[in-house]
């Protein structure tokens, strides 16, 4: 875990958005070959990913505020450092500025949803190694030998054998991208493999934040982001329900 990845004369590389910027990169790569070789518009795939980064990145800084918001409010210049994000903010807000684009641009949004969907899983891999040399996200203490101790410049504490729920995460993420482009080439219909995404993710992050020990809003027994999992998970089974309803 290391929050300087090295200099380039004065610039220094930082960890954490050194990975996000890997994580987008491939991410991009990955997504414009299935476009290619499904004939799909490389264009449009370029525009998704610019336009559902940036919303994504808003999104995320949003929802951080709303749920943190008495820890933002005591000092509020934290929202504009590598802190702040709630990755659900960023998925959600990137999944609607997708749709809307494929809306106005006419493109079928289960289309591409499903083509891109496995390289976002690929990104949030790589934004979980850069939580990792950051130090945020931390899991709880323990005894395993699994556990990491974090310097004493890293966000989680220092000095303390943790559980590495950033790489739980990551090899989460990159499992799930794996199911995802293996099934894609079974699906039979539209939207299969973004609701196969949603469930996977939903119940993973549940069970990853159940070993998370860092502060982050809560509502009664469940961590935020485990209500949004629950969310998430009870809407994957609305739409698969609906999805063969229509096949009838």
Known sequence: MRI???HIG???IWGY?????????????????????????????LDIAIYGVLAGFLGAKLLYVLVEFDRF?????????????????????????????CKIKKLHFLEYFDLLIPSVALAQGFGRIGCFLAGCC??????????????ENSLAPSGV???????????????????LLWYSKHAKRSGDVGILYMFL?????????????????SLGA???????????????????????KKEK
């Open 161 to 179: 054998s943790l559980l590495p729920t950033q790489l739980f995460s990551a090899a989460g993420d990159f499992l799930i991208m794996g199911i």
């Open 73 to 101: 409010m005591e000092n509020p210049s934290s929202i504009l450092g590598s802190e702040g994000f709630v990755v659900y903010g960023g998925i959600t807000a990137g999944i609607i500025t997708a749709i809307i684009y």
């Open 17 to 45: 958005g050194f990975m996000i910027g890997l994580g987008i990169l491939l991410c991009l790569i990955l997504g414009m070959q299935r476009a290619k070789k499904r004939n799909m518009s490389e264009n449009a795939v």
């Open 222 to 244: 469940l961590s935020t982001s485990q209500w949004i999992s629950v969310g998430i998970l009870v809407l994957a089974i609305v739409l698969k329900y609906i999805s063969k």
């Open 10 to 12: 004065p610039i220094t």
């Open 201 to 217: 993710y939903s119940i993973g992050r549940f069970l990853i934040e159940i070993l998370r020990s860092d502060e982050r809003g």
């Open 138 to 151: 931390y899991g709880r203490e323990t005894d395993s030998f699994l556990g990491v101790t974090f310097p």
């Open 4 to 6: 300087e990845l090295f």
